[in-house]
């Protein structure tokens, strides 16, 4: 019987629960052996209220959110090691160790590493929009798109171990500007600037989302919807478990949002097709390693 395996690179402590949780925690349930790569310490990020004189101990406060969330996930935890660069234009973006100053193919190395370790079938990582511009979402989309063609090339950081292996699919957690252009309605009727959203407002709700054409993969995970919510209740210091679905019938969320959709980067995907499973056509062989699309 056929081992699945995934691995998911993500930017920041809440990025798997916030964002793919929901398909995390299906295939963890599911037998899939799911493991889930955080890039940073979440140092940086903005804080919930009641954690406003938490600001020093952000990243161990981010760390334990982190691994309670991980472990109601089902998933498996690594840490890539570098500290939250925050959001544009955050002085944060200039301290030596922010992820965005790595050095780029070390930080490719380190998940050409996890990639041999594991031998994940199937990497899911941010879009190069980073979702919102995030510019940790879009490095650590660079990065992993990088280290996905590169580890299953013998040629390319031969002192890595273990042996090259290439996954079978690339897939990049998006969505629909569709739901983006609706949400835009609703606070333009309400007096407020999409374009100045956040808790800093310093979010562009018009520069955001993908046309629904651009969605290959869309993952139900209804009957797992407990289970994201208690994982994004674990990172209290982000808000986790509030926001305004609380106003609508858990019934009627499910069938609004108990969706998480994907565009698949490879094997390259034609506009309108439409998967259920991240798996599918998976086969039992690892491929030879294809071009870089970077």
Excluded at 23 to 40: C, F, K, S
Excluded at 46 to 54: P, Q, R, W
Aim: contains cysteine.
């Amino acid at each position: 019987m056929l081992e699945k395996r995934l691995l998911a690179v993500l930017a920041h402590p809440d990025d798997e629960s916030f964002g793919l949780g929901g398909t995390l925690a299906r295939y963890a349930a599911e037998g899939v052996d799911v493991h889930i790569a955080i890039a940073t310490d979440g140092a940086a990020g903005s804080v919930a209220e009641g954690f406003e004189n938490a600001r020093e101990e952000l990243a161990a406060i981010r760390a334990k959110e982190l691994e309670a969330a991980v472990r109601i996930l089902g998933g498996k935890l690594h840490m890539l090691g570098y500290r939250d660069s925050g959001y544009i234009n955050d002085p944060a973006n200039e301290h030596p160790d922010a992820f965005i100053q790595a050095d780029e193919k070390e930080a490719v190395g380190r998940v050409v590493r996890l990639i041999r370790q594991i031998r994940p079938q199937v990497v899911v990582t941010h879009d190069e929009t980073g979702g919102y511009f995030h510019p940790d979402h879009i490095f650590c989309w660079k990065i992993t798109t990088t280290a996905f063609y590169a580890a299953g090339d013998p040629e390319q950081f031969p002192d890595i171990g273990p042996a090259p292996y290439q996954p079978q699919k690339l897939y990049y957690s998006v969505f629909s500007n569709r739901w983006v252009k609706f949400y835009i309605f609703l606070l333009r009727l309400r007096g407020q600037d999409p374009t100045r959203m956040g808790r800093n407002k310093d979010i562009d709700f018009t520069k955001i989302g993908v046309s629904p054409s651009q969605i290959h993969a869309r993952i139900d995970y209804r009957d797992y919807w407990d289970v994201k919510r208690q994982a994004s209740a674990c990172h209290s210091s982000q808000g986790g478990g509030t926001g305004f679905t609380r106003l609508v019938p858990v019934w009627a969320q499910k069938r609004l949002f108990g969706h998480e959709t994907y565009m698949r980067a490879y094997p390259p995907a034609q506009n309108g097709l439409r998967e259920t499973d991240l798996f599918a056509g998976i086969t039992a062989e690892s491929q030879p390693a294809p071009t870089s699309q970077l």
